[in-house]
């Protein structure tokens, strides 16, 4: 199965976990939990895995990402013109 890399920069301890924008880059996100303990990695994740359709286990993030604001989030079964369709219905929910 192909993996797609996704960046996303994450803005922890949001009030709501939604996605604010889509740049050509990649994905900026507010996600409602502490950048504390992986939480903000676990939401992140969780979130992802809702608006995509996709089993949380298709979903990791690259281990050099974990701690930093910007992450890279590996897809497994899609395309990245899949990933951003169907992330495009979701902005500013």
């Not at 976990?17 to 050509?24: D, G």
């Not at 303990?37 to 608006?51: D, I």
């Amino acid at each position: 199965m192909d993996t797609t890399s996704l960046v996303v920069k994450v803005r922890p301890s949001a009030r709501k976990t939604r996605i604010r924008e889509i740049r050509e880059d990649g994905v900026v996100m507010d996600v409602a939990a502490p950048p504390q303990k992986g939480k903000a990695n676990q939401e992140l994740l969780r979130a992802l895995a809702r608006m995509l359709g996709v089993d949380r286990e298709a979903l990791s993030l690259l281990p050099s990402s974990r701690t930093r604001r910007e992450k890279v989030v590996r897809v497994a079964g899609l395309s990245r013109e899949e990933i951003l369709k169907r992330l495009r219905t979701q902005v500013g929910r």
